[in-house]
C-alpha cells in the first residue's frame, strides 16, 4: 500500500478568554482558533513493525510521550487495528510556541491510520461517516484543541476548547510568528492566570461577530485579545521585549499565540511581513510569515 502523508497546519487563537475554573479541575475557555499556513509534515505507512521517526526541529520527543504514539495506542485500542505502521514526523511548527503542533500532529496521525484502515484494514467496509463522529470523541480525549485540526479554517471554541462551533475564517492578511529565546510550558502558563485575570467571553464574542460580518483585517486585529498575555509578559520578559519589536517594524497588532511563547504580528501586506522576518531572523529569531487558511488537515496518498 502507499503511504498517506498529511500536512497538519499550525494554529492561533485570534482570542483567548478563560471564564473560570471548571468542577472538573479544566478552566472554561472561549477561544476563535484560525488555522496557518505553517506545517508539519507526517507519513503513515503500513509496515512490518512499528517505527517512529521525528526529523526537522529540535526538542520534539520521539518516545511514548509523543501525541503521535498517543493517538497510535488509542486508535488501536478502540478499533483493534493491529496492523504495524512507520510513522515519519517532520517537525516544522515549534513545539512550546502556543502553535498545537503537537495537536496537529495528534489530528493527523488519527486521520492518516483512518485512511489506512480505510484502504488496507478494511476496504469497502469502513464507515466514515461513523468515523467522522468517533474522530471528536478520541480527539477530545487527546486534549483540549486536537478536535480543531480534523476541522481547521476558523472555529468558535468553547469548553475545554473541544466545543467548535464554525466561523468564516479570515481571507487576508500576513502573519509573522515569532519566538523569543525562552520557552513556556502550558502548565507554566495557566499557573500564572489569577481569577482575577478572568473574562466573560466579550472579546471573542464580539471578534465571531466581526468575522460573521466579513469586517476587514484592521478591525478584526483591533479585538484580538489573549488571557495569558500580562501575566506571561510579567513573568518572561523576553516576550514583552519581543511583542515591542513587532511593534517597532508596524505590525498593525501584536498577540501572544496561545499560551506561548510565540508572538503574532499582523500586516496587510506580504511585502511588509516579508522584511519583519528578516529584520527578526538577523537578531537570530526564529521567524516566519504565514497566511490565515480555510481548511485544516490535507491528506494525500502517496
Not at 504495524?84 to 488519527?110: E, M, R, W
Not at 465571531?208 to 488571557?227: D, H, K, S, T
Not at 516576550?239 to 499565540?257: P, Y
Request: proline fraction near 6%; glycine fraction near 8%.
Amino acid at each position: 500500500m502507499n503511504a498517506i502523508h498529511v500536512r497538519c497546519p499550525a494554529k492561533v487563537n485570534l482570542t483567548l478568554e478563560i471564564l473560570g475554573k471548571r468542577t472538573d479541575g479544566y478552566h472554561e475557555l472561549r477561544t476563535v482558533f484560525q488555522a496557518v499556513s505553517l506545517y508539519d509534515e507526517l507519513t503513515v505507512t503500513p509496515a512490518e513493525r512499528d517505527t517512529f521517526t521525528v526529523t526537522g526541529l529540535p526538542g520534539v520527543p520521539a518516545d511514548e510521550s509523543n501525541l503521535c504514539l498517543k493517538a497510535l495506542r488509542l486508535f488501536r485500542s478502540q478499533l483493534n487495528m493491529a496492523v504495524p505502521v512507520a510513522i515519519t514526523l517532520h517537525k516544522c511548527i515549534p513545539p512550546q510556541a502556543g502553535l498545537g503542533g503537537g495537536s496537529s500532529d495528534a489530528a493527523g496521525t488519527l486521520a492518516a491510520l483512518a485512511a489506512v484502515a480505510a484502504r488496507f484494514i478494511a476496504p469497502g467496509s469502513w464507515d466514515d461517516e461513523n468515523w467522522r463522529d468517533e474522530s471528536r470523541r478520541y480527539a477530545a480525549q487527546l486534549g483540549s484543541d486536537v478536535a480543531f485540526f480534523l476541522h481547521g479554517g476558523a472555529m468558535l471554541g468553547a469548553g475545554r476548547g473541544e466545543e467548535l462551533s464554525p466561523l468564516p475564517a479570515l481571507t487576508e492578511g500576513e502573519f509573522v510568528l515569532a519566538l523569543p529565546p525562552v520557552t513556556m510550558s502550558t502548565a507554566e502558563a495557566y499557573s500564572l492566570v489569577q481569577p482575577e485575570d478572568y473574562t466573560d467571553g466579550r472579546h471573542t464574542e464580539r471578534l465571531a461577530r466581526q468575522l460573521r460580518a466579513g469586517c476587514a483585517l484592521p478591525e478584526v486585529a483591533a479585538e484580538m485579545y489573549n488571557v495569558f498575555a500580562a501575566p506571561v509578559e510579567r513573568y518572561r520578559p523576553e516576550i514583552a521585549g519581543l511583542r515591542q519589536r513587532l511593534l517597532t517594524l508596524d505590525a498593525q497588532a501584536v498577540l501572544l499565540c496561545g499560551s506561548g511563547a510565540a508572538v503574532l504580528g499582523v500586516w496587510e501586506e506580504a511585502s511588509a511581513a516579508a522584511d519583519a522576518v528578516q529584520a527578526l531572523e538577523a537578531t537570530g529569531l526564529w521567524a516566519v510569515a504565514v497566511r490565515p487558511i480555510a481548511d485544516g488537515l490535507q491528506v494525500t496518498e502517496q
